[in-house]
């Protein structure tokens, strides 16, 4: 006989397991993208990559690439440290004929807006439509990481959080209303231990974000800051677990994974990393290079080590469902240096052999998402696409005064997916379901 207590029991699991389910572009658990942001510039050393050219490297068919343009869009500077132009339009916004790869790869596509306060309207309703064409014209999932790294003071729109979260949902809602299968990523940069860089005043609030990221980088112990980031010390095992969830000096104080992805049940993403091989560094015209300590090799995969290759770390962190290698040397300042960094798992055959190896063996256990090749398009096809791209564009600048007036995310679930991730929050675990009704026949 099934006792009252029992049946209780069983009708809350069974509650609990129809608001299960994913978040927008969220794969299963247990599976995870990974893909790159190239130097596709003209730009020393890394420059001239393209997504084929990294496909081809690591020998899988990376799952995501990263880009980036401004708002409102402008053309970057054709020197340092951009080397850019070419890979923008003649308005600024981003020439997807890098991504020449040939698969349905996730775009991954980080804005940075001028500044907080003056962003015009019509300047986000043309994010939100170039959000849409996009999706219609390339067939791809598309990531918008809007303001990132926003806890810094780096960044021109830093600095004032009210003014940011209010620049954030309304970006949010413009972009929703006409692309709603785009997930947002809010990605700060990790705090330090001395809580410097604090994330909760800049939260713009859970349903208002689909993803959370960090920027996460192996650049050194912050003991004896900057001499330790001029100098290649090997990343600790748990170094990327210290900054995700304050378990170290290395990260924060505040659990970012306590508090962001499992208090509000976000996918989580690192947003950009890599392990630093330091090359050199300068202060004013005095050059000097770099001990390479470990070797190149085991600077850069040590941070990957850290955490994709770590199963212990993946375990923990069931969350993290996708990975963002920065692949580009790097001038970077530290205080009075300008230090040469080389973050790149292609930037010398071993390690990109190395790495090979080992996503590799995670392929092979089945963790991994890849892109799947697709036709190619005749010019018959992307005229058909454009011109219904363009029919799209009319009818919704007809409607744009209305896209950043409701702040309204209730339809932030409506998604299409567009490759093999799994649906939005509502669905159902199959295999939940089952365990239950097992238990409940056994009860009776």
């Not at 009319?394 to 209730?410: E, H, I, K």
Request: charged share 15%; glycine share 6%; net charge negative.
């Amino acid at each position: 006989m099934l006792h009252a207590n029992s049946f209780s029991i069983i009708l809350a699991l069974l509650a609990s397991s129809l608001v299960q389910g994913l978040a927008k572009l969220e794969p299963a658990d247990g599976k995870l993208i990974f893909g790159a942001w190239f130097d596709s510039s003209t730009g020393p050393v890394s420059g001239g990559e393209t997504a084929a050219s990294f496909n081809k490297k690591i020998g899988f068919n990376s799952g995501v690439f990263q880009v980036y343009q401004h708002l409102p869009p402008r053309l970057p500077k054709d020197g340092p440290p951009d080397y850019d132009t070419k890979n923008h339009n003649a308005d600024g916004t981003i020439n997807l004929d890098i991504l020449n790869e040939g698969t349905d790869a996730a775009i991954f596509l980080t804005i940075y807006p001028d500044n907080s306060t003056g962003i015009a309207d019509s300047d986000i309703n043309a994010l939100a439509i170039q959000c849409r064409t996009i999706i219609n014209t390339t067939g791809r999932n598309l990531f918008i990481r809007f303001g990132p790294e926003m806890n810094g003071d780096w960044m021109s729109y830093s600095g004032n959080p009210t003014a940011y979260i209010a620049l954030w949902r309304k970006v949010y809602t413009a972009v929703n209303n006409v692309a709603p299968s785009v997930a947002f990523v809010w990605s700060p940069n990790p705090d330090t231990y001395q809580g410097i860089y604090p994330y909760a005043p800049y939260w713009p609030g859970p349903d208002y974000v689909d993803w959370v990221g960090l920027s996460t980088y192996w650049k050194g112990f912050q003991d004896n800051y900057p001499y330790s980031y001029m100098k290649n010390s090997l990343c600790p095992t748990d170094y990327t677990a210290q900054v995700l969830d304050a378990k170290g000096q290395q990260g924060s104080k505040v659990s970012f994974y306590q508090e962001y992805v499992l208090k509000y049940d976000k996918p989580f993403v690192i947003s950009e990393g890599g392990g630093a091989f330091q090359l050199a560094y300068s202060e004013g015209s005095n050059r000097t290079l770099v001990d390479p300590g470990p070797g190149r090799t085991q600077m850069v995969m040590g941070f990957w080590n850290s955490n994709i290759f770590n199963p212990d770390f993946m375990n923990a962190y069931p969350k993290v469902k996708m990975a963002i290698s920065f692949e580009i040397w790097k001038l970077e300042a530290e205080q009075q240096f300008a230090t040469e960094r080389d973050f790149r798992i292609i930037g010398d055959d071993a390690t990109a052999s190395t790495f090979r190896t080992a996503i590799m063996k995670l392929d092979d256990a089945g963790h991994m998402i890849w892109a799947k090749v697709v036709p190619a398009k005749t010019s018959a096809t992307t005229a058909a696409e454009q011109t219904t791209a363009a029919v799209t564009t009319t009818t919704s600048a007809l409607a744009t005064s209305a896209l950043v007036v409701t702040q309204n995310p209730s339809n932030k679930d409506a998604v299409t997916q567009k490759t093999s991730y799994s649906p939005a929050k509502t669905s159902i675990s199959l295999t939940l379901l089952l365990s239950i009704l097992i238990i409940a026949l056994m009860l009776f």
